[in-house]
């Protein structure tokens, strides 16, 4: 009910910025929360960031926090997270999420209920 679509991944050096879009499409009436996780290789998806779709609340994990910003733009129905001061261990294959159902922790994978295919960020040393 709920198609999301990641975009603006790449390369980039160290130190560099990359700001990635989610565009849910869909019944996106029933979002209540979004959320950007990543998965390096040989690694579990990791919680990166996340939003309530009303009130804007946000949600960070510590090893982001002060780099990134999770936002949203409920009228063109996207999400971005801006990444700045990013480092070699960012690298993923970055997810969105969606969440219809609200609970208290929004870094738990099983809260979301609609996921993106991807995107993938290289951060080089």
């Known amino acids: 009910q709920v198609q999301l679509v990641e975009s603006g991944g790449g390369l980039v050096q160290a130190g560099g910025s990359l700001r990635l879009t989610c565009a849910a499409s869909?019944?996106?009436?029933?979002?209540?929360?979004m959320g950007w996780f990543r998965q390096a290789p040989g690694k579990g998806r990791e919680f990166v960031a996340a939003?309530?779709?009303?009130?804007?609340?946000?949600y960070y994990a510590n090893s982001v926090k002060g780099r990134f910003t999770i936002s949203r733009d409920n009228a063109m129905n996207t999400a971005c997270l801006q990444m700045n001061s990013l480092k070699p261990e960012d690298t993923a294959v970055y997810y969105c999420?969606?969440?219809?159902?609200?609970?208290?922790?929004?870094?738990?994978?099983?809260?979301?209920?609609?996921w993106g295919h991807g995107t993938q960020v290289t951060v080089s040393s």
């Open positions: 939003i309530t779709w009303s009130g804007g609340g946000t």
């Open positions: 999420a969606a969440g219809r159902t609200s609970t208290y922790d929004y870094g738990a994978v099983t809260q979301y209920d609609y």
């Open positions: 869909g019944r996106t009436d029933s979002i209540y929360a």
